[in-house]
């Protein structure tokens, strides 16, 4: 009769079972440790802490905001408005609201589908494009409201688009 396993084959197959095991036990101890990993922010004894001062700086995000017009001069133009995006309703554009473009914006003015001496009337489109100054939330103070997050205003261009019928 033929023995199953001789002295060298059981040596090594008793040092690889260990080793398997001992990497097991140690890659399981790393996984176990709070902090190390995905969710150290959840782990016990860890605190939720402000952001660093490095990472807290105001950044600029789009402001688009469309609607009816109202009027304009040379450097301010008013209009109704009927939809904004996040930024601009989160600043505190909301739709039916007046929003007037301050005079002190340098903004290029582009009037579309006019032809000869037409002017821009009421109900024609308006369209005003910007970037406006946002505090990061988890940078802002508690209590902070949205609003108050929310900076300057820098309107870049603003586009009057012809809606009634050329007479």
């Known amino acids: 009769m033929k023995k199953l396993f001789s002295a060298p084959r ?22 176990a440790q709070p902090g190390k990993g995905k969710g150290h922010a959840k782990a016990k004894g860890h605190a939720k802490i402000k952001a660093h001062a490095k990472n807290c700086k105001t950044i ?17 133009v008013t209009l109704t408005v009927t939809n904004a995006n996040r930024h601009a ?24 589908g006019y032809e000869g001496a037409d002017t821009p009337s009421a109900g024609d489109f308006v369209h005003v494009v ?8 988890k940078c802002a103070d508690d209590g902070t409201s949205t609003a108050d997050r929310y900076g300057e205003l820098d309107v870049r261009k603003v586009v009057i688009s012809d809606r009634d019928a050329d007479v």
């Open 89 to 112: 309703r989160h600043s505190g554009e909301m739709a039916g609201a007046t929003f007037t473009v301050a005079a002190g914006d340098a903004f290029i003015l582009t009037l579309e």
């Open 10 to 31: 059981l040596l090594a197959l008793v040092a690889i079972t260990a080793l398997a095991a001992l990497a097991l036990a140690s890659a399981g101890g790393v996984a």
């Open 130 to 137: 910007g970037k406006i100054e946002v505090e990061k939330k």
């Open 60 to 76: 600029k995000v789009g402001f688009v905001v469309s609607g009816t017009y109202v009027s304009h001069t040379s450097d301010t």
